[in-house]
């Protein structure tokens, strides 16, 4: 069952933008990869809490089962239990770099949504480009029906039998170049509903006209991926801080209890560790130095390269507006030639090629207008991203 295309005034009056919309809230709500990295966050929220706990406490039971040697030692058995602690200070360091973990999953969730964003819009003005172009074949294709008509009756009259068969031609092109977009239409219906997470098949509301978005050029907020590479650098400094406290001592605190033939008595315990040898926490401490040393050399080079992206996006922009109006001027242009050419061509003054001829560059124009449209739109989506 093909996937249903509604093109209806309803649709202009509820404007592009608000249909548009629909779609982008539809995705925030549904997407399982961005519904996978806000679980991801919320892992890692939790893990703050965790990681900010003492360890479990150990318990050790001991006890003989041979007869001598209970008489020899004068032990029935033994139960001890021992906590051991961080130097103090250290969970802290543990939770700030949970929390630099956190905070990069923030960061993720917002490269995630700004990336699903542009691929609605860029997926959703997909559709109407390739529902528009239909209507537009279409048109040309009832036009060049209506010529054939007129070349039946001239040739009824003993007209050209070869312009007859130039229209039928045309008429053949179209119709393949309608049902092969008809397919690409369908598939591409197939891929968003599969980012929204909708049903197969669902309805897509297009608009029946492309309307060229305004961007603002002046706003200058903070892209995701910057916010992740800072995130990064604070991971590998918290790691450092954190690494650097392992170094220090642990210490234990225990009771143990021995249970004797005739009596029992209760010992206290006390447990150091005795970090003396340096090597693994000395390399640990230059690993995460250097690791954070790279993550800011990044850091600068995405920032350098994000303000070449934003100036190629402008440019871009740029460049695409002026291509749609100098399509817009051509297919005006060509309109008027079409007039006259078939008006010529009704009263028996033109020649078929020179309609077929204009007819075509119509067409042509109304679509290069149409892409580059779409195209101004998609180019949008995109530098909302980056800027």
């Not at 004797?260 to 640990?284: C, D, H, Q, Y």
């Not at 309109?335 to 119509?362: C, H, P, T, W, Y």
Request: glycine share 4%; aromatic share 6%; with cysteine.
């Amino acid at each position: 069952m093909p996937i249903i295309y509604l093109l209806i005034l309803a649709v202009f009056s509820y404007g592009a933008d608000n249909l548009l919309q629909k779609y982008v809230d539809i995705a925030m709500q549904n997407n399982p990869a961005l519904q996978a990295v806000q679980k991801k966050h919320e892992a890692a929220e939790k893990k703050i809490a965790g990681v900010g706990t003492l360890n479990y406490p150990q318990l050790d039971i001991g006890f003989y089962t041979d007869k001598e040697e209970i008489e020899m030692n004068g032990i029935l058995e033994s139960v001890s239990i021992m906590q051991m602690f961080n130097w103090p200070g250290t969970q802290n360091k543990f939770q700030n770099e949970a929390r630099a973990m956190a905070k990069m999953q923030a960061a993720t969730i917002n490269k995630t949504k700004d990336s699903l964003i542009a691929q609605v819009k860029i997926g959703w003005h997909n559709l109407c480009l390739v529902n528009l172009k239909i209507k537009y074949m279409k048109e040309n294709l009832d036009l060049m029906r209506q010529m054939e008509n007129l070349a039946r009756a001239e040739l009824a009259r003993g007209g050209s039998l070869a312009e007859l068969l130039m229209i039928q031609e045309e008429i053949l092109e179209m119709d393949y170049e309608i049902e092969a977009m008809k397919l690409e239409q369908a598939a591409m219906g197939t891929a968003f509903n599969a980012m929204l997470n909708t049903p197969q098949p669902s309805e897509i509301l297009l608009a029946d006209t492309i309307i060229l978005q305004i961007f603002d050029f002046e706003k200058n907020s903070e892209p995701p991926m910057l916010m992740m590479l800072g995130a990064e650098s604070e991971i590998y400094k918290a790691q450092r801080e954190m690494n650097k406290a392992m170094g220090y001592p642990m210490f234990g605190l225990g009771v143990q209890y021995k249970k004797e033939m005739e009596k029992g008595m209760f010992m206290a315990m006390v447990s150091l560790t005795l970090p003396i040898w340096r090597a693994k926490t000395n390399a640990g401490l230059l690993e995460n130095e250097l690791q954070a040393e790279a993550s800011q050399k990044m850091l600068l080079d995405a920032k350098n390269n994000l303000d070449a992206e934003r100036v190629m996006a402008k440019s871009n922009l740029q460049n695409l507006s002026k291509k749609i109006t100098l399509y817009k001027q051509q297919k005006e242009l060509a309109e008027s030639s079409q007039k006259i050419a078939l008006q010529n061509f009704s009263a028996g003054r033109g020649m078929l090629s020179d309609v077929l001829q204009i007819n075509r560059k119509l067409l042509d124009y109304k679509t290069k207008e149409l892409e580059a449209s779409a195209e101004y739109n998609k180019a949008v989506a995109l530098a909302e991203v980056l800027f």
